[in-house]
């Protein structure tokens, strides 16, 4: 029998962790956590229980995407489970600028400390930093998950999961290249759940190298995010009851007992991951840049700063804004239409 995450609380809710241990499944759980905005609310370790108390009191409500608002819901849920809501919340971290995203929160019990980072949120400017790592390393959120986790290791943990989902899987390895040996030997798992790779030189850099062992990953059947740049650890592949772009919701994953339901890529995941290659390795990483700058600042000065409001624009309606713009030179705007077209083709 299978089911999603959700049926997977309720069936375990009343169990403890000496009971039934902490596995992946739980490892996915506690990195959605990080999607949720605990300003205000985890000042001082917390409770999952009081937390989700004073989340409804301060949270301000706001339209935003489906995945977001399950998050939210998950809290809940959490919080009316025996297995999760004396869990500590810690160290909760949001920082969103010009240059990039983050978050991160720390969860913690007798049995283990899971370090959580948060994936791309609902604005624009965590899309842009997305793109930037296909040049570019470290980006703004990889500096920060850098130092959050220094900090975030204390003394007393012995064993410490790290996970992230999206890009912040791609955090979560990020976070221990700097690691000093006493804190990465404390570490047992590193958890991506279809989050991106890097660029060559940090894949076969010493950093990577020395930490592969503990990664673990995790991709839908159809990913379109984890099998971007390279990642040469061999992951799970999990089956998803949603189809294409949409599997990257995690919500919708299966699992039964401690464990995903597994399945393989598919055809649609493999031919868009060459097309992407394909196209990352024809232009140079100052084309990349240039492609990367130029649509962020027309989709800004059109006023579009949130993601919600990016996905209800026709990407014709993007072409035309492009070729609109009198700044860009014809081979600036070749190059940019021709990768909107690569990413349009594959998604529809």
Known sequence: MSYNIIKYIEINKSKD???FPFNEIDALIF?????????????????IKKAHELYKQHAPVKKTLNFFKECVSLLE????????????????????????????????NRQFTFISFEGTDNNLVGWEEDLKLSYQYPVFAQKMAQKYLNKAINLTDTKIYIGGHSKGGNLAIAATFNLNLINRFKIKSIYNFDGPGFLEEEINSIYFKRISKKIKNYFPEESIVGILLNNPVTPVIVKSTNKKIMQHDPFYWLCTDSYFITGELTKFSLVFKSKINNLLTKYSNEQKELFINTIFKILYNSGYKETNELLQIKIKNIYHLIRESIKLSKEEKEIIITALKVL?????
């Open 77 to 108: 849920i959490l919080a009316n489970s025996y297995r999760y809501q004396n869990l500590l919340l810690k160290n909760f971290l949001k920082s969103n600028n010009d240059e990039g995203q983050f978050a991160a929160i720390t969860i913690k």
């Open 17 to 19: 962790w000496q009971e």
């Open 344 to 348: 349009k083709e594959k998604t529809d």
């Open 31 to 47: 990195s959605l956590l990080s999607y949720i905005d605990f300003t205000n609310i985890v000042k001082k370790p917390i409770t």
